[in-house]
């Protein structure tokens, strides 16, 4: 009998290693500095007073406490008018003792009007009169003028510090490919 050879093959595949250095990050910021200043606004006020006015001379007059002057000016007038009432009086009588020819008793009439007081006037009224007292007013006024400064901000911002260090990965041969071949008869 014929033997035939044999082939045995024995393979051994490769094997890789794969090993990774884990990465980071880390990253810091300090906090900015921050500064506000708010200058104080100014306020200008000009105030205009209220002025109440109140005069009260024709309820002083009414009840007849005058000033000397105001006294001394009706007593002018008084006697003004009365000078006026006389010399009126007096002519009328001169004009009619001139027609006395014409008849008539006018010398008794005359004394009679001369002799004969005048009637009294009186008549009721309020002490001091309504609305005698004179009142005015004028409001006042408040301007007010605001100047206002705008806040000055000033802020100086802080740079991120970044430590970064990337993945590494090792690839290595961990077992090499064999093939080994036997020949047997």
Do not use: C
């Not at 050879?5 to 393979?11: D, I, S, V």
């Amino acid at each position: 009998m014929l033997r035939i050879p044999q082939l045995t093959m024995q393979a051994t595949f490769p094997q890789l290693s794969i090993t990774v250095e884990r990465g980071y990050m880390h990253m810091r910021q300090q906090q900015a500095e921050l500064s506000i200043e708010q200058p104080k606004p100014q306020l200008e006020m000009k105030t205009t007073p209220p002025r109440l006015t109140i005069d009260q001379t024709e309820a002083w007059a009414d009840m007849d406490l005058k000033h000397i002057f105001h006294r001394i000016e009706e007593a002018a007038q008084d006697g003004y008018a009365s000078w006026l009432s006389y010399l009126e009086t007096t002519a009328i009588q001169g004009d009619e003792l001139m027609r006395i020819e014409q008849g008539g008793d006018v010398l008794a009439m005359q004394a009679e009007a001369n002799s004969e007081r005048p009637p009294f006037d009186y008549n009721v009224g309020l002490i001091p009169r309504p609305f005698s007292v004179k009142v005015s007013f004028e409001p006042g006024h408040i301007n007010m003028n605001w100047q206002t400064s705008n806040a000055r901000i000033h802020i100086e911002p802080r740079p991120v510090q970044i430590d970064y260090k990337p993945n590494v990965v090792h690839i290595d041969l961990a077992r090499h490919n064999n093939l080994r071949i036997d020949v047997t008869v």
